[in-house]
């Protein structure tokens, strides 16, 4: 069995989540614990059920060179040189650090939310003239760990040693999207819009009977769309015939559709929905998630035993290969 060694945060936790239900032997050096967003019991279940976890104080040279992959997070580069990344004679190497290992920025120290901030996510996001906000979880760890990830299968399938550097701020950069797109080829900054996608016409929030609905109707659903409301009679109003005139009388449109809206009540909605064949969110609490028929008809969910010995409901892997069945993890205590 293919040995990884796990050094560092939740970016490497991360990694090596998916190694271990991708059926590698992985070991994880503790290193101390940093702020999460949920309990420390909650992410040593979702991060480290199926590891061995070992402390600091175990040689982190002789479990490195032992191993066919080694994940090492730090905060700057010259902390993988003090613990000896360099020197280790693993064959795949996988370095997570802010901002790579070269640069003018490899020893700067930075969060996760610093690091949407220089990006230019958070700039992108909130209400228009209001303070920004920021992506709430550890979306930029976990990103950054499964490129690490891919990088390090990558390099071990093809049969070759590698060593690959990967920076948070690059990583969140290569998921950009249309954001650079727009202003390279368009000259156009995207701005805060709340909730509203804005480019397309209608895209928001809207209150219905008991919550909230999002919608974000490309123009292909738009006669269906107005079916779905209870109000074709608008496929005839010629301020909403495009997407441009739906655009510049997004105001009317929103009130529109909020009147709608707001007489339905989220069931109803989820069934015209799926009557009208019309793609939209309703808004649905972790309760409602956790019992989502779908993603249980996918086996998507699996049970971990928590160290306390209780089992919880966890996220499974995005994709399943020829069926394979999952396997239940326990979250082991650090030896």
Same mark, same amino acid.
């Given at each position: 069995?293919?040995?990884?060694?796990? *050094? @560092?945060?939740? +970016? =490497?936790?991360? !990694?090596?989540?998916?190694?271990?239900? #991708?059926?590698? &032997?992985?070991?994880?050096? %503790?290193?101390?614990?940093?702020?999460?967003?949920?309990?420390?019991?909650?992410?040593?279940?979702?991060?480290?059920?199926?590891?061995?976890?070992?402390?600091?104080?175990?040689?982190?040279?002789?479990?490195?060179?032992?191993?066919?992959?080694?994940?090492?997070?730090?905060?700057?580069?010259?902390?993988?040189?003090?613990?000896?990344?360099?020197?280790?004679?693993?064959?795949?190497?996988?370095?997570?650090?802010?901002?790579?290992?070269?640069?003018?920025?490899?020893?700067?120290?930075?969060?996760?939310?610093?690091?949407?901030?220089?990006?230019?996510?958070?700039?992108?996001?909130?209400?228009?003239?209001?303070?920004?906000?920021?992506?709430?979880?550890?979306?930029?760890?976990?990103?950054?760990?499964? *490129? @690490?990830?891919? +990088? =390090?299968?990558? !390099?071990?399938?093809?049969?070759?040693? #590698?060593?690959? &550097?990967?920076?948070?701020? %690059?990583?969140?950069?290569?998921?950009?999207?249309?954001?650079?797109?727009?202003?390279?080829?368009?000259?156009?900054?995207?701005?805060?819009?709340?909730?509203?996608?804005?480019?397309?016409?209608?895209?928001?929030?809207?209150?219905?009977?008991?919550?909230?609905?999002?919608?974000?109707?490309?123009?292909?659903?738009?006669?269906?769309?107005?079916?779905?409301?209870?109000?074709?009679?608008?496929?005839?109003?010629?301020?909403?015939?495009?997407?441009?005139?739906?655009?510049?009388?997004?105001?009317?449109?929103?009130?529109?559709?909020?009147?709608?809206?707001?007489?339905?009540?989220?069931?109803?909605?989820?069934?015209?929905?799926?009557?009208?064949?019309?793609?939209?969110?309703?808004?649905?609490?972790?309760?409602?998630?956790? +019992?989502?028929?779908?993603?249980?008809?996918?086996?998507?969910?699996?049970?971990?035993?928590?160290?306390?010995?209780?089992?919880?409901?966890?996220?499974?892997?995005?994709?399943?290969?020829?069926?394979?069945?999952?396997?239940?993890?326990?979250?082991?205590?650090?030896?």
């Amino acid at each position: 069995m293919t040995k990884v060694l796990e *050094v @560092g945060g939740y +970016a =490497a936790g991360y !990694a090596g989540r998916l190694f271990v239900r #991708a059926g590698y &032997d992985v070991v994880r050096v %503790e290193q101390g614990v940093k702020p999460a967003w949920a309990s420390q019991q909650a992410m040593n279940a979702y991060l480290h059920a199926g590891k061995r976890r070992v402390s600091l104080d175990v040689p982190i040279a002789d479990l490195a060179d032992a191993a066919d992959i080694v994940i090492c997070e730090a905060d700057r580069a010259d902390d993988l040189v003090k613990l000896g990344f360099d020197a280790w004679s693993t064959p795949v190497k996988v370095a997570l650090t802010p901002f790579g290992r070269t640069g003018p920025h490899a020893n700067w120290v930075a969060s996760p939310n610093t690091i949407l901030a220089m990006g230019g996510y958070t700039n992108l996001m909130g209400d228009e003239e209001r303070v920004p906000l920021t992506l709430p979880g550890h979306y930029l760890e976990f990103q950054t760990g499964a *490129v @690490g990830y891919s +990088a =390090a299968v990558a !390099a071990a399938y093809a049969k070759r040693s #590698a060593v690959a &550097d990967i920076g948070m701020l %690059e990583t969140l950069m290569s998921l950009s999207q249309f954001t650079t797109v727009l202003w390279h080829c368009a000259g156009q900054i995207r701005g805060r819009h709340g909730s509203d996608f804005w480019s397309v016409a209608p895209s928001d929030l809207f209150r219905c009977l008991d919550g909230w609905v999002y919608v974000n109707i490309v123009p292909t659903f738009w006669d269906p769309f107005l079916a779905l409301l209870g109000v074709p009679d608008l496929v005839l109003d010629t301020r909403f015939e495009t997407n441009d005139g739906r655009r510049e009388h997004r105001d009317d449109l929103r009130e529109l559709i909020a009147g709608a809206f707001i007489r339905m009540t989220r069931v109803e909605i989820d069934e015209r929905a799926a009557t009208y064949r019309v793609p939209l969110g309703v808004v649905r609490t972790m309760d409602h998630v956790l +019992a989502e028929p779908h993603l249980e008809e996918r086996d998507f969910w699996e049970a971990i035993e928590t160290e306390s010995g209780a089992t919880v409901k966890s996220p499974g892997l995005p994709y399943n290969i020829a069926n394979r069945p999952r396997v239940a993890h326990r979250t082991e205590a650090v030896r």
